[in-house]
């Protein structure tokens, strides 16, 4: 279990190539597969962990790149060096199939966050249980996945070794620790990813499994849009929060995160031009915007300019309830696909908690640092726009009672 950044694939595909340099001159030969998150992360440790050992080694390498085809007829993108005295290392996106599909030492990298673990785990093991080795590393992510039972379970089985950020630095990493815990801004992020602490996923509404499992290195691109119906959520903010913009494209039954814009103390122009800006590039079927407080008015002036295409909720404890639901069943249905590898979004999807309140109605709340959770609530709003309307009864801001716009005034919302 390392930290993020110290070394992972590095040092375990330099051990994968000592093994192959020695088998070499032993005359014999090592074969070895490396399982990675996806097609992208295998590519990775192929070209900057076993490709660029073997240079440094001065090791003729013979690569090549085809397509492995499963049991089923699936097709996954294989990446294979075959290096002197015939070693053979191949790197595959992981799953079940390509987990049972080789008879060779294994390498996981960052099992954590590998979609179906415990899944891909139950068809390794009987492979590697034949007498091959086995490698799993990770940083840590929740403890809803496989990893996390590998590591703290109590036996004999495994050799198990950690690195956190301090003894990386100790060890010689050119980190410096105060500057990286500053740019995290999350203490939460930071205690997993960086110190190697489990975190408590019970109260998270979105676990980092959930969260990890539909990360897609191609979500969250403009250029990525094929011209489809897309949904817009945005969560108003101005002063402390965030102003926040989420455009989704529906493309079969899944949601994909096409763009997200970010604005803080932005002035309420600003905020229309971005939202003009999103409404003329994509084609929006439905626009769902936050009317609590200082939305009211920019829900008035974006039905003035784009009609029924927009609708204004108003965020109470039932509203948000509903929003909440429905966003986290996409994400539990793997319906939705947003940024890989963005530490600012996964940190605002998983701060967001339901706990329960003196009344015994449940509330969501979500830790202030630079923002609560205003990424999400546009998530689910964009989410909510993707529903059917004519399950809902919309009501416009004039239709609300006065006073309506404190969440806790018991002002009538949109269900």
């Given amino acids: 279990m390392y930290a993020r950044q110290t070394g992972k694939t590095f040092t375990t595909t330099l051990e994968i190539v000592d093994r192959c340099y020695e088998a070499a001159l032993l005359g014999r030969r090592e074969r070895w597969v490396i399982l990675s998150r996806g097609e992208r992360q295998a ?3 192929m070209d900057e962990g076993i490709k660029l050992h073997s240079k440094a080694y001065k090791m003729a390498i013979d690569a090549a790149e085809y397509d492995w085809k499963s049991e089923d007829g699936f097709s996954y993108k294989a990446l ?4 002197p005295g015939g070693s053979r290392i191949t790197a595959l996106p992981a799953n079940p199939d390509t987990a049972r599909g080789f008879s060779a030492n294994a390498f996981l990298d960052e099992f954590a966050f590998h979609r179906d673990s415990k899944a891909i785990w139950g068809a390794l093991f009987p492979v590697v249980s034949k007498g091959w080795d086995l490698r799993v590393t990770s940083t840590p992510n929740g403890k809803g996945n496989k990893f996390y039972e590998l590591m703290t379970a109590k036996d004999q089985t495994w050799s198990r070794h ?11 990493l050119p980190r410096n620790v105060d500057e990286l815990r500053e740019g995290m801004a999350d203490a939460d992020l930071w205690t997993q990813e960086y110190e190697l602490q489990w975190l408590d996923e019970a109260s998270a509404w979105l676990s980092y499994d959930l ?3 539909v990360e897609d290195p191609s979500a969250g691109k403009p250029s990525g849009y094929q011209g489809g119906i897309c949904f817009v959520g945005r969560d108003i903010g101005r002063r402390n929060d965030l102003h926040v913009i989420w455009v989704w494209e529906q493309i079969g039954d899944v949601l994909w995160e096409r763009e997200r814009i ?3 103390r932005a002035t309420f122009a600003a905020m229309d031009e971005a939202f003009d800006d999103v409404m003329r590039r994509y ?8 009317q609590t407080g200082m939305g009211e008015k920019v829900v008035e002036d974006a039905q003035r300019r784009y009609g029924s295409r927009v609708e204004g909720v108003l965020f109470t404890g039932p509203s948000k309830l509903v929003l909440a639901t429905a966003g986290k069943e996409r994400f539990e249905a793997r319906t939705v696909r947003i940024s890989e590898g963005d530490p600012a979004l996964r940190a605002d999807l998983h701060k967001l908690r339901k706990i329960a309140s003196a009344t015994g109605a449940p509330r969501f709340v979500a830790e202030r640092d630079d923002d609560h959770a205003d990424r999400t609530w546009a998530a689910f709003l964009g989410i909510h726009a993707a529903s059917d309307p004519a399950e809902y009864d919309y009501q416009t801001g004039s239709d609300l009672d006065a006073g309506d716009d404190d969440e806790t005034s018991g002002g009538r919302a949109l269900w």
Avoid: F, M
């Avoid at 294979?80 to 290096?83: K, P, R, Y």
């Avoid at 956190?164 to 060890?171: C, E, F, G, K």
């Fill in 162 to 172: 950690q690195t956190d950020i301090y003894q990386a630095v100790a060890d010689g």
């Fill in 80 to 83: 294979e060096v075959t290096l």
């Fill in 211 to 213: 969260i990890s499992a």
């Fill in 43 to 45: 590519k990775e440790a």
């Fill in 283 to 290: 084609r929006v079927g439905r626009a769902c915007i936050d």
């Fill in 262 to 264: 970010e604005q803080k």
